[in-house]
T-cell receptor
């Protein structure tokens, strides 16, 4: 199964860029990488997605390595409201959606 | 555009009972997925429906079942409830389903089920 590996937790100072890594070494050629975040007790919120090229939207940037085996989500100017669990997701070979444990991001004032 | 809605938001049941949870997807979305979230196991995929057909199923016992109606609304049912079924049940909708292509999911607020 295509799986993702993320660090369990990270700290980032408020106002600095938060860089969240994700390893997805078994990703196949037509699978997208999605990033979601979940703020305590709420449903996950979509952040960004990508296939091969780097992507940017109003929330974040996504950097995907050329071999597509890993990616990094960048929150350019982290605020306290960015404190959440961040999930990196790819669609598995058997088509199941696997969230993994995610990274708990703590923004430090 | 209204988001994904789930009813009820909170539910308390006792062991052995059964429960039905409802999910209304975003208008125009034909795919609905269900997830169970517990502190110990995180977010786990239950099943996915597209155009009234179950496309995929996670590793859950047969007590967990679901269905999708012609208007894309979906229900999931858990029979013979166990204490371990206490969890946040999340529903997500998307326009389409499949491994290729862009398929963003929009999540509802969840139903918190407590089994006593």
């Amino acid at each position: 199964d295509a799986k993702t590996t993320q660090p369990p937790s990270m700290d980032c100072a408020e106002g600095r860029a938060a860089n969240l890594p994700c390893n997805h070494s078994t990703i196949s050629g037509n699978e997208y990488v999605y990033w979601y975040r979940q703020i305590h007790s709420q449903g996950p919120q979509y952040i960004i997605h990508g296939l091969k090229n780097n992507e940017t939207n109003e929330m974040a940037s996504l950097i995907i390595t050329e071999d597509r085996k890993s990616s990094t989500l960048i929150l350019p100017h982290a605020t306290l409201r960015d404190t959440a669990v961040y999930y990196c997701i790819v669609r598995a070979r058997d088509d199941k959606i696997i969230f993994g444990k995610g990274t708990r991001l703590h923004i430090l004032p | 555009k209204a988001g994904v809605t789930q009813t009820p938001r909170y539910l308390i049941k006792t062991r052995g009972q059964q429960v039905t949870l409802s999910c209304s997807p975003i208008s125009g979305h034909r795919s609905v997925s269900w997830y169970q979230q517990t502190p110990g196991q995180g977010l786990q995929f239950l099943f996915e429906y597209f155009s009234e057909t179950q496309r995929n199923k996670g590793n859950f016992p047969g007590r967990f079942s679901g269905r999708q109606f012609s208007n894309s609304r979906s229900e999931m049912n858990v029979s013979t409830l166990e204490l371990g079924d206490s969890a946040l049940y999340l529903c997500a909708s998307s326009r389409s389903a499949g491994t290729s292509g862009y398929n963003e999911q929009f999540f509802g607020p969840g139903t918190r089920l407590t089994v006593l």
